[in-house]
């Protein structure tokens, strides 16, 4: 048996090559590091688009049959909001799919036939669909009738779920490849179709959209009820955002519990199809009976980088892991981590995968603490939890993040699981400069994008308070100290 | 195997399928540099316009449609990689620098005028603008050497490619003006007729040094096919149409001018194809040469490629009409008329 080698020690220790006074890293790790940043710039605006979308949709209807004011303001001040991400979503868009090319050309030949399909009708039949129905529904208020208006705000938003469809068709074949027989073609081994639909709707294939369609409202429900708690505490009487607040929290009230059981069967799924990702998401390193491990809090520094049994302080089930694992058999074997060549990054899985867990908990309480004021009707009342809410506004982003690296990075070192390496996948023609000089870029401008996405929306917060009339009281601000309970909690 | 649309799995649909999906993909290359083109083309005539109503008339133009012009841009990208992936890989690994330096110029073009309306404040208006006016620029250059590069096979940094992202730049700019000069009051068309008149002048003189250059240097073996007949019928249609389109814009008939100048895209396009064909990647460091029999997927894929994504083609072309027809009246500062 060989000792387990980590992943990504090759990479690290590779990892500086001093050429003159430039460093430059290596085309791999540069490739990958390049991909993981930009990928998880672009999902934080695609999710944003397919959580926003049945909000906007919601907004649009009401704002039409009632002709409200205060739907107005929701739909416009939302529809500015999804304008933006999705430009953003779209000018990050096209680098991931041209990253394929450019840094994973070994990716696209060998699989080319399994995903270009997918992505070329994700491209005609949901792209298309999105920019040009958004196109009606940011210009042409006056111009379509009420009827078209409100198809062209389905059709956007079914635009979105579409997209997410056919590029997590690609990732969940990624995962559980199948319906496919390797053959070879001009002197290379290549994937040939063989079996469409097993290939489309392979084994991970509704998990995965279920996970992270939730995943997305969920997080852009915390977002909403966020600028909506912010506009509620400095204007205490803006009826508009009280009715966002509502809306936001019921929907979580429903999405954060199914979430947690839902993820909690998914786990089991990928226990199944992918015992070695499993094995690092629970830090197992040796074959025999697993626990599982419910929480975790480091006992030593060590524990950060190296969590294993003896560092952490765990709350385990004694042998749920086998019990899981083998579906019914305490004391059945689970293969540990040392059983394999090569091993993903554990502390990263590892640590990953109980952020998205705890923060998922977390979200469940915000939920039902939100459900139990408006029950007792002082939803937008009580200090303390649009306190809580503005802070938790961007922890949904956290917790879909920390769930893609669990996902992307425990599959490590396969990016076709089973059938190909990352090493095998980077281009070979692609030297660490180039490398160097594209993720330096890349860095540096979605930084910037990120930064600007921000301040927009920051902007756009602080015209909706001028026109709601709020006055500026500099020292009011919402993370002051935290009261003791007061007469209106 | 289950196969649910009995698809032939072993024979492609119709003996000619490889070819009919690599002219499919030429179309999606001319629908893009001609829809986008004129995006691209408002956007370095942006940069002509000092007076503030001028610019948003011209933002007012770009903000509905640029979007779904761009997609045409993925759709090309995607059925060459669903259909030749090796293509597609190659294309994009042997010009890195290039693609992942046009797809940040895209960037830049994109979010310049989104950001822009955000704030009132000067200087963040200017850097907007630039970012608009640069992406629009860089873009269709990176976007001609890259198109050089695949088929002159000389590389990124060769005279023949920098001329093709010329070509695209100046050709860029002719549509944007006849696009403009159709779809905006009087006193805006007639300096966008100007400004269309020497970008013509422009796009015609590069295209004849191209055209030298590519002789005398036999780049990439594409001197005969220039000089065969479908080869000169191209070039010279795009003679035709490049005067036949200053004489028309003199007359003012910006309708039919627009039509014309829409048409040198096309020709381009076609140009690109005529020169590949039947080759469809040139042999280079990354490997030998790839023809269009070689290098396409196994029939049950492309089959399936066809059936389910020629339907949905069509309806895209559809939806494209309702959008133009929507956004069809003359543009103002504050939007489309009616
Ligand atoms: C708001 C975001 C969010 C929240 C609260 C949760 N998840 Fe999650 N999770 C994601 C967002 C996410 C995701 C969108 O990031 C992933 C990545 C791939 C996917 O399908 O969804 C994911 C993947 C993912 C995986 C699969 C990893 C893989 O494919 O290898 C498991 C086992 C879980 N989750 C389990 C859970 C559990 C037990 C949760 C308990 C509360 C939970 N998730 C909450
Ligand atoms: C469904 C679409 C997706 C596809 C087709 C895909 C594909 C890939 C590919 C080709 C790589 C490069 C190989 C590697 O280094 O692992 C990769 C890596 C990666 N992906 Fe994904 N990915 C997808 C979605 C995502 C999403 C949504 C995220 C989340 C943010 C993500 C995060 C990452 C990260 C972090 C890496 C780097 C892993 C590492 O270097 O160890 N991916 N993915
Ligand atoms: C590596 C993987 C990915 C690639 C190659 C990719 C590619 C693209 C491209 C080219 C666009 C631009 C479309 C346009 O111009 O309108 C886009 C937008 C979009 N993508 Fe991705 N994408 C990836 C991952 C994901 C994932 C994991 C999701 C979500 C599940 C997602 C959801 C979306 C959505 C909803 C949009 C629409 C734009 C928006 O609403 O922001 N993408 N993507």
Redesign the pocket.
Known sequence: MQPPTHFLDGALGAAAMLDGTVLFLPAEFASRVQFGWTISVHILFAALSIGLAPFIIYFTWKDIRTGSERYARLRSFWLKVFAVGFVMGTVTGIPMSFQFGTNFPGFSALAGELIGGPLAFEAKMAFFLEAVFLGVLLFGREKVSDRTYFLSSVLTGFGAWLSGFWI?VV?AWM?TPQGYEMITRNGMEVAKLTDPIAAFFTP?MT???V??I???V??VALLVAGVAAYIVWKKRDAKAWHTALKIAVLLLIVA?PL??V???A??R??EDT?PQ?FAA?EAHYETGTADLHLFAIPTSPDAIMNPSEENLFAISLPRVGSFLASGGDFDAVVKGLDEYEQNPPVPLVFWS?RI??G???L??GLAFWGGYLIYRDRLSDSSLYLRAMIAASPL??A??????Y??EI??QPWVVQGELKTGEAVSSTLSSTEATLSLAAFVVIYIGLVVAALYTLRWLIEDELDELGAEPAPDDHWYGPIPGVTSDD | MTNPLLLPVDTYLVDSLPEIWFGVIMFALAMYIVLDGFDFGIGMLYATREDDHDRETLLAAFGPIWDANEVWLIAFGTMLLAAFPDVYSRLLADNYLIALGFVLALLFRGVGPELREQREDESWQRACDWSFVGGSALAPFLFGVLAGSWVFSVGAVSLPAILTGVGLVAVSAVTGAAFLAAKTGPALAGEMRDLGILATVAYLAGVVVLLAVVIVTDAGGTAGTILSIPGIAIVGLSVVAGLGGIVLALRDSYRAWLVSALALPTLLSALVALLLYPAIYPATASGAELTVETAVVSPLALNLTTVLGFPVLVVVLWYFKFLYGVFSGPIEAEGYGA
Do not use: E, P
């Open positions: 997590l990732n995962q991970r998990w995965m959209y996970h992270m939730n995943a997305s969920i997080s954060a979430q947690a839902h993820g909690d998914y786990g799924h990928v992918q990702k998401m995968f998205m867990v923060l998922g908990f979200f469940i949904g982003y917790a879909l993040l920390t769930g893609w669990v996902t425990g599959r």
